[in-house]
């Protein structure tokens, strides 16, 4: 592992070092409280992933999903990806279905948005399109910001096979959730839904839009004519 962590450090810019508690709201406080930065873009996090994927075995990744650097546990998700991805092109679905577990079961060290958004419909998401999705639904019940932040970023994936009906019923439980991270999240795979299936954000806003929290109604309206935007924030 330390190999990998040298290869981010060739790498690392400490202006962003500086400035990336801050943007991940890593203070006394934040949801990122604690976590600690090497100050390496997400491009050159990709290039240090694939330089070691076909390298690590699965006793390293964990320690590195577990490593106290951001980059790191970013790094770490990217080579999961690309073994998932390697695993079912290869059509080795047992290895699949083992990393998605393994994904599951880390998703302790999965804790700040970004490292969610990049993996949750990439995992997560790609396994559950052709299963039953009860694994979503005990993590959007779960009580833990981010568990419930994947639940709803995984249905990217199936929104993008034409399959908003997770998104709407996951968006209905979370109206009330009290996060802001949370209302970013479901409004903006409403509005990915509404990109798909214009009917689908259309029949929700009109029963919901009343309700939503104002940050899931703007994020969820981002692509309609201006003239439905002011309608609905009107409402």
Known sequence: MDDIIDALREFADAKRAAHSPKFFKAIPGGYGEGDEFLGVAVPDSRKVARRFSSLLEEATLDDLL????HEARLTALFILIQWFEEALRKKNFGKAGHIFQFYLDHLDYVNNWDLVDSSAYK???RWLLDKDRAPLYELS?????????????ATMEFIRRGDTTDTIQLA??????????MHKAVGW???EAGIKTPVVLHDFLRA???QMPRTMLR??????SPEERIHYMVR
């Open 141 to 153: 019940k779960s009580g833990h910001l981010w568990r419930e932040r994947v639940s709803v970023v």
């Open 189 to 191: 795979m409403l509005r």
């Open 172 to 181: 209905r439980f979370f109206l009330d959730h009290p996060h802001d991270l």
């Open 123 to 125: 995992i997560a998401g």
């Open 219 to 224: 994020y969820s309206i981002e692509k309609l």
């Open 66 to 69: 577990k490593n106290r650097y």
């Open 208 to 210: 919901y839009a009343r």
